[in-house]
């Protein structure tokens, strides 16, 4: 139940970030659902092979280089599936930050329901 609840959480947060960055466009809430679900399996299976395999130029970087492989995890969900439709490299950045901001925000939320 508690995962079926993050999906939808995270979907919400797609369709919030839908309208407020114009470089990023989902079609309807089904869609948003499709992403939240894709985004999880790619940063499941996707993103440790890419850290792995780009760790040399993420330590030179001090990390920042994780912020384009998740774009590219983000780009490559734009690519899959196809309501979904992100404008570039610096949109997929962006969305990726507001994303992690959203979802820390909403998630929290969801910790302080099960406490009461």
Avoid: C
Avoid at 4 to 33: C, E, K
């Amino acid at each position: 139940m508690k995962t079926i609840l993050r999906i939808l959480l995270s979907a919400l947060a797609v369709i919030i970030l839908s309208y407020v960055l114009p470089g990023v466009g989902v079609d309807n809430f089904t869609t948003a659902i499709i992403v939240a679900l894709v985004l999880g399996i790619l940063n499941f299976l996707v993103k440790p092979i890419l850290v792995i395999l780009t760790l040399p130029i993420t330590i030179l970087t001090l990390g920042l280089f994780l912020l384009i492989i998740n774009a590219i995890i983000i780009l490559l969900a734009a690519h899959f599936i196809g309501g979904f439709q992100v404008d570039g490299v610096l949109w997929a950045i962006i969305f990726s930050l507001l994303l992690s901001l959203l979802q820390s925000i909403l998630y929290s939320l969801l910790k302080e329901d099960k406490k009461s």
